[in-house]
Every structure is written in C-alpha cells, then in structure tokens.
C-alpha cells in the first residue's frame, strides 16, 4: 500500500514540475495581433508584431532572423511561412526594448469546403521564433497559437466571371501558386461580383504576351468608371487598387470590366497552333475583400 502511495505521489510531483516547466524565451516576448480576426483561406493576412525585452534581457552576440511557420495540424504539414528580418537587428535589441512592425502574408486556398470530412474549419499551428542556420543552436520559440482557418465563401464577396471569359486553363507544375490557373478574356470580359458596400482592397495577377503585342494596352473599370489604364512594361503585371463604396454603387452587385484594344488568334500567329480563340490578358488571379485597417 505505501508503495502505491509513494507512486502516485512521485506521479503527481513529475506532472506538476513537468507542467509548470517554462519555456525558455531569453527575455523576449511577443504580442502579436492578426486582421481580421475571423481569418479564412484566400486571404491576405495582417500580422502586427510587437516584440518586448524583460529588465534583465541579455543582448544577443549573434543576429537571428524571425521564423514564422503556420503547420496544418491534421497532417502535420506546414501550409506556409514568412520566416523575415525584423525592423531592427536581434543583435541591437537591449534591456526594455519595444520593437513593432508589420507584414502582410497571403493565405492560399486549401481547403474543401465539400469534403463529406470537412467540419466547417480546419486547426492551424501558428509558431514564431528566432533562429539562425549558422550557428549551433535551437532556434528559440517565442509565440505559439492554434488558430482556425474556416473557406473564404463564408464572407469573401463572390466573384462570377460572366461574359466575355474563355475556359480557365490550369499548370499544375508553375513556380508560382498564383500562376497555377487563369483564364483569358476577350476584347471585353466582364466579372460580377457582390458589392460589400465596404471600403475594399481588389488585387489583379495577370499578364500578356508580349511577343505578339509590345503596346497592348489594358483597361480596368468598376461598373462604367474608369479604375486603370497602361500598357504592361512586362509581359506579367500585378496591379492593387482601393475600391470605394461610391464606386460600387448601391446595388447588390457590381462589375468589374476588362478591356483592351488588341485581341489575337494563336492560330493565325503561331504556325503550329490550332488555337482559334480570341485571346486578349491573362488573369491568374482576381482578390477583393473588404480592405484591412
């Protein structure tokens, strides 16, 4: 009987220490903020940091970088990172420091909302920390959360590509995730989208081809109001625009046009194409959502 008893108390004492061990954060801290909060997949993320050093911070005689790693708890995979410099060197950070910065990450499209496993979000492990590959030593984790990632559909606007649009075309094998998919417009293509009646960020991923049109010019218009107008100085583009509640207007939908003064047929260009559509800019890829603050 004093055998079990001495046990269970030898338990209680290795699962007490074992539980309050602390972990080693060399006397810095991280208070870190994520907008929006209601965070979904097809998103760009805000991450505002504010790293603090206690009294007693001992300064670092190496320079470390910041690892930030989100890992898809399910699989154990990590689904992105932003590992970065911070605003000022780990090295130059003294006793009561207060060192704030922000980054904007995009979160890609993982998840299938129609998945008959899918249970309506899926847990992610955010962790961040310092380290350094040269050196000999444990990177120092600093800030640990689990977050969770519900489909954009719950309140991303939709987006319908309605006329003018030829059939989305996919490279499973691109570099880029944004260049994994696009579609073609015409001379006129035209997108519907749901008016959040919200100040909105929209961003456009797209591109021409510049060995058949040097001066293509494109142009971009909200409703019937002129948003842009260029001429790509490369054959890929990327263009991120503060769309108004003015410009939307007042009803349940807007659209979004483009347009451009060349279109050509790869058939009547290319020897060997039998392509016999009109081709006019690519887009990979189309964002709105209501702008982060």
Known sequence: MK???????????????????????KGVDLKLTLT?????????????????TSSDFKKFSNDYSIYVHFWRVNSKEMLLQDDHLPLKKVSEWVANDNIKYSRVLFIPQFLNEFDVDFEGYEGLKLTVGLYNP???????????????????????????YDEGWNEIETDVNAIDSFDKSWRWTTAKSVCIIENPQKESTLIIKGGVNKTVFQDQKLT????????????????????EYTVSPQMMGNTDEFSLKFETDKVFVPAKVFPNSKDNRELGSQIFFIYFREKLK
């Open 36 to 52: 929006p909060e209601t965070i979904t997949d097809s998103l760009y993320l805000k991450m505002d940091y504010e790293f603090k």
């Open 3 to 25: 055998i079990k008893i001495i046990t269970v108390i030898f338990l209680i004492m290795f699962l007490t220490t074992f539980c309050s061990k602390k972990v080693d954060r």
């Open 134 to 160: 040269n050196i000999q030593e444990k990177s120092i984790v600093i800030f640990e959360k689990k977050i969770n990632i519900q489909p954009a559909s719950i309140n991303a606007p939709e987006i319908v």
């Open 220 to 239: 971009f218009k909200i409703n019937d109001i002129l948003l842009d107008e260029f001429i790509p100085a490369e054959a890929n583009f990327s263009r």
